[in-house]
């Protein structure tokens, strides 16, 4: 298979869920599209090194992690997205899912990350870690203060309810 042949293959296996980690992130699809083809454009500039990794998907999701928050640094990531959320994606509890997501983009872009990473994408906190460049400790640190506040926030949605 030739490197045009297999990076197209590799590219078809994982964009989706690049995507849909990066709506996670960015909470707009337009952007996470964005975000996902700069992903890959990088991936494949790099291909014949980023190939020989152990874990594609892994180094992948590593790649639009570092490309999420390098767009959450420039300035022109502070526009605002107007509009409604696409529903893609969100088969069995859409509402609770619209909640969680209302929360997630409460937290810090580097903290969503990390709860992204742990609990959305399933990483370890080493995996997680290294996605980051970050130590082992900030991840655990910081998951833990993330869960704190997201708890805090659902809570004070769930009263809204009944208020």
């Known amino acids: 298979m030739n490197h045009d ?49 152990d874990n594609l998907p892994a180094y992948a ?5 570092r490309v999420y928050l390098d767009h959450r640094r ?27 997501l209302d929360a997630l983009a409460q937290l810090p872009p580097r903290d969503r990350a990390i709860v992204i990473l742990r609990y959305f994408e399933d990483l370890s906190v080493e995996q997680v870690a290294d996605a980051l460049d970050v130590p082992a400790s900030v991840v655990k640190t910081q998951t833990r203060r993330s869960l704190e506040r997201l708890r805090g926030l659902l809570a004070a949605d769930q009263l809204a309810l009944f208020a």
């Not at 996470?32 to 291909?47: E, H, P, V």
């Not at 420039?74 to 509402?95: I, L």
């Open 5 to 53: 042949e297999d990076f197209t293959e590799f590219a078809g296996a994982c964009a989706e869920r690049l995507r849909t980690t990066a709506f996670m992130l960015c909470r707009d699809w337009h952007l996470a599209q964005d975000l996902t083809q700069s992903t890959l454009t990088k991936l494949y500039l790099g291909w014949r090194r980023v190939r020989q990794a």
């Open 74 to 100: 420039r300035r022109s990531s502070t526009e605002a997205v107007v509009g409604a959320v696409h529903e893609q994606g969100y088969r069995h509890h859409p509402d609770l899912r619209l909640t969680m």
């Open 61 to 65: 999701q590593k790649v639009l992690v």
